[in-house]
């Protein structure tokens, strides 16, 4: 808190309106921390913060890889770190999107909800044999301040039949994911979803 204070302090009261202050050390020791005690890859979210300040923190300790949810994002992580991994995260997307990312972008991992998603990624990006085809389940959401189970996710009953459609398609990996809604309040959300729930 004494940075914040002094930070303030140098600037005076004379300024209206927000201020920003920038920590770009507190992301180098929450990426540290998170690497240390995550056994497996880590993606950071680009639209949680796209600061350039963030991303450039996030890269200098140790985040290679990038979750990205829209055209705009790819092509950000794209041109600002040439060779980083780039997962597309978003289960919809558009056509222009998918092949951008893919011949642009360099973008291998996409995610589905739907054979109508797989579709459309297989042929704007020629037939590919080099994706990673993440499918993701619809989950509950309770507890969340923004639900996305009526939006986004195969349903438990839907989910064998894409998942054996996308991994006759690949030869790459083939995941799973899910999203518990934004602001989830219920840490348990997660293991409830990870049960199929």
Known sequence: MDRVHSSLDLIGDT????????RPH???AAANWFRTNF?????????????PWVLDALWENGVKGFDVASDAEAK???????????AYMHPVKSRRAIARAYHEYGVKAFALDSHDELQKILEETGNAKDLTLVVRFAADGEGSAYPLARKFGVTPDEAPA?????????????????????QCMR???FRQAMDGG
Do not use: C, W
Request: net charge neutral; no cysteine; charged share 20%.
């Open 187 to 189: 840490p348990d959300a």
């Open 15 to 22: 300024r209206e309106g927000p201020i920003v202050l920038a």
């Open 76 to 86: 950000l992580i794209a041109e600002r770190f040439p060779g980083a991994q780039i």
């Open 26 to 28: 507190r992301v180098a």
């Open 39 to 51: 056994p497996g890859e880590v993606f950071y979210a680009v639209k949680a913060n796209p600061s």
């Open 162 to 182: 894409l998942m054996r459609a996308a991994r006759a398609v690949t030869e790459e990996m083939l995941g799973v994911s899910f999203h518990v809604g934004s």
